[in-house]
């Protein structure tokens, strides 16, 4: 860098120096106003210092030599690598086709096959009654032969009526899946439709308006109501009831599968209630895996039929239908709805298959 030193007599001559001197590309290090040494050189004018520096010019970069470009030669090996390379994927996908899953059937048997697929069942519950079906001439005939398949592994079961004893009904499921509410339907159902004498117990005191929402039906209903907030209690409610009851719903706090603590004092209200009929309420809703746990839990307690909530949640039953299938359990009731009492199924066979088929044929 070149740095050089300008003195005038004004800012703007000190500025023209610079430019003469060093070019437009000049830069302007310092300025100042600056005065001659002694006396004298404070009674004469003040004269303008400025700094300025410029890049000395380097000279310009020698063009770099262009790389040589090696000439073109034609090499077979990496072009023969490659070929190789793309036989074995074709060897790979071959081999991958022959070990994904391959629709057991064809035809007519194949398009009802993924149907059911679509719907949601089970791989195997769908090959298996498939199976059972066997070939049939036309379309028509496998749905014929997939509804008696299916009845045979769907049970309808009746809920108790009162003969010369009173009977006892417990509900018992996980949170939220309608308990309530069905025992409402229920109990309209035994009391306006068949005029027997309903009573209604609970034991739910867990969740706050649980009792309320009780009270509110028996209200409507004009029937009573006992709340037990311990098995002793519970056992002298029931006796109580007994007395001028002919059915009593026993309604139940919601229990999670996983908490065995909350199945375990559950067991003991049904123990203590002596029920002549306990009724699982399974959501319509859940998935096979889930249903297989709310089973598997709560099935341990004791159930007589199931009741199926929830029903008018689902386009297509199929999940819970696998786990129903699998297991041949009986069911009391649907719920198709939150309307007290009118949406309540007391379905049979028929309208179970039904059921099973919804949104698997169009
Ligand atoms: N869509 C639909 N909703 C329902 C049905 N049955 C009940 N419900 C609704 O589900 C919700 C829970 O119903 P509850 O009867 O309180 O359920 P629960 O099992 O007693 O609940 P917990 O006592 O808290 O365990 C309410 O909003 C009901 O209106 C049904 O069949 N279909
Ligand atoms: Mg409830």
Not at 61 to 68: E, I, N, S, T
Not at 288 to 301: D, E, I, Y
């Amino acid at each position: 860098m070149q740095v050089k030193k300008f003195l005038a007599p004004s800012l703007a001559q000190a500025l023209a120096q610079v430019k003469e001197d060093l070019g437009e590309e000049a830069v302007i290090l310092h300025s100042r106003q600056v005065r001659g040494q002694g006396l004298l050189g404070w009674l004469r004018p003040p004269q303008y210092e400025v700094i300025a520096a410029k890049e000395r010019q380097s000279p310009p970069p020698k063009p770099k030599a262009k790389p040589k470009v090696p000439e073109k030669q034609a090499n077979p090996e990496p072009l023969a690598a490659l070929e190789e390379e793309y036989q074995k994927l074709g060897k790979l996908v071959e081999e991958l086709k022959t070990q994904l899953p391959q629709a057991p059937f064809t035809g007519h048997r194949l398009e009802v096959y993924e149907a059911l697929i679509a719907a949601g069942y089970e791989a195997a519950l769908a090959e298996k009654l498939l199976t059972a079906c066997g070939e049939q001439e036309t379309l028509e005939l496998i749905w014929q032969a997939l509804e008696k398949e299916l009845a045979k592994g769907l049970k309808s079961a009746s809920l108790p009526f009162p003969e010369e004893e009173p009977v006892v009904l417990a509900l018992i499921g996980p949170t939220g899946v309608g308990k309530t509410t069905t025992i409402a339907k229920l109990a309209a159902l035994y009391s306006l439709k068949h005029g027997y004498k309903v009573g209604l117990a609970t034991v739910d005191t867990y969740r706050i308006g649980a009792v309320e929402q009780l009270r509110t039906y028996a209200e409507i209903l004009d029937v009573p109501l006992e709340v037990a907030l311990s098995t002793t209690e519970l056992k002298e409610a029931l006796r109580r009831l007994r007395e001028s009851c002919e059915v009593i719903f026993l309604d139940t706090a919601g229990r999670s599968q996983q908490n065995h603590m909350q199945l375990g004092e559950l067991k003991s209200y049904l123990q203590a209630a002596e029920p002549d009929h306990v009724a699982l309420v399974l959501s319509g809703t859940l998935n096979s895996q889930g249903a297989r746990q709310v089973l598997a839990s709560f099935g341990q307690l004791g159930i007589d039929s199931l009741i199926v909530s929830k029903t008018d949640e689902v386009a297509s039953f199929g999940p819970v239908a696998s786990v129903l299938l699998e297991r041949e359990l009986s069911i009391s009731c649907l719920t198709c709805g939150q309307a007290v009492p009118d949406d309540l199924q007391l379905p049979d066979r028929d309208e179970l298959v039904n059921l099973c088929l919804r949104g698997v044929r169009r």
